[in-house]
């Protein structure tokens, strides 16, 4: 789910047709209806029912659409405040290098094609307990999680990303690959003895799989270059499962799939304008998608 689309579904239920939505916001209508319906399949909810030449909202779409406006309140008031406050210190977000490019990236470009140029500094992290620290100390304004936390910080659900592996093109793999599927490819892992290793290592044993282990490194970069290279594939969070990060990239899910919960942590005293109402965005974003 993105802004865009939230700006969609609203102009949609506002005008009763998504001719007349797409009219208004100047883009092509197939491409609008794509959105929404992409959109639909990705809650597995009918947001909008056929009435006529037009649309109505479903009852589900209806409650959508209440909050799907307060996060576009929310975000404009952030582009406010942010414009007003233009010169200030950068609001700095802490994240591993996997939520730098899944996630932290993505928001600060969701933001600023709505209005929210939002200057931000983002500070790597080995692991989400680092992130916590980070925040702890005071060097972050706010973190982004993939795990739990230490509990004394607050924290905001904001939704989940979708763990899918990455391959080189031409393997001989189903469309959607299981956990034992992992055991017949070479994979890039993280260094032996980091925390992400070890999470991975519990995981595959839970499968009960060895893996074969073709890299490791710590840069996440160098995740997706030994992919697109045709040396290994590797696990990478997804928000948005149509799309490869880089060509000559295989992107599929998993059957069962498999999700991680994404969490931003943030300390309780900090008063800064922009940190608030971005939380308020995230914390708006993670409910609707509950």
Do not use: K
Request: glycine share 8%; aromatic share 4%.
């Amino acid at each position: 789910m993105n802004i865009q689309q939230l700006r969609y579904v609203v102009a949609t239920a506002e005008r009763g047709s998504m001719t007349a939505a797409a009219a208004a916001l100047f883009v092509a209508q197939p491409a609008l209806s794509r959105a929404v319906r992409q959109l639909e399949r990705e809650l597995d909810l009918p947001l909008f029912a056929r009435d006529g030449r037009g649309v109505v909202l479903t009852p589900a779409g209806q409650t959508f659409v209440h909050r799907a406006r307060a996060v576009l309140h929310s975000i404009d008031r952030l582009g406010t405040t942010v414009a007003a406050d233009q010169g200030s210190a950068p609001l700095v977000i802490a994240a591993s290098p996997t939520l730098q490019a899944a996630l932290a990236i993505p928001i600060i470009a969701g933001l600023r094609e709505h209005g929210a140029r939002l200057h931000a500094r983002l500070l790597g992290a080995g692991s989400s307990a680092e992130v916590a620290e980070l925040v702890a100390a005071g060097r972050a304004d706010l973190g982004l999680c993939d795990s739990a936390v230490p509990a004394d910080l607050p924290q905001v659900v904001i939704g989940r990303a979708e763990v899918r592996l990455y391959s080189p093109a031409g393997l001989d793999l189903p469309e959607r690959v299981t956990f034992a599927d992992l055991a017949s490819v070479p994979l890039v892992l993280p260094t032996a003895g980091s925390d992400r290793r070890a999470t991975l290592d519990a995981f595959f044993e839970g499968c009960g799989i060895a893996p074969e282990v073709a890299v490791e490194t710590d840069e996440r970069h160098a995740w997706l270059a030994a992919v697109s290279s045709g040396v290994a594939s590797c696990l990478w969070h997804s928000l948005d499962p149509r799309r490869a990060p880089l060509p000559g990239v295989v992107s599929r899910g998993f059957d069962p799939p498999m999700h991680r919960t994404l969490i931003a942590v943030h300390r309780p005293d900090d008063e800064r304008a922009a940190s608030r109402l971005l939380l308020d965005v995230l914390r708006q974003v993670g409910e609707l998608v509950a």
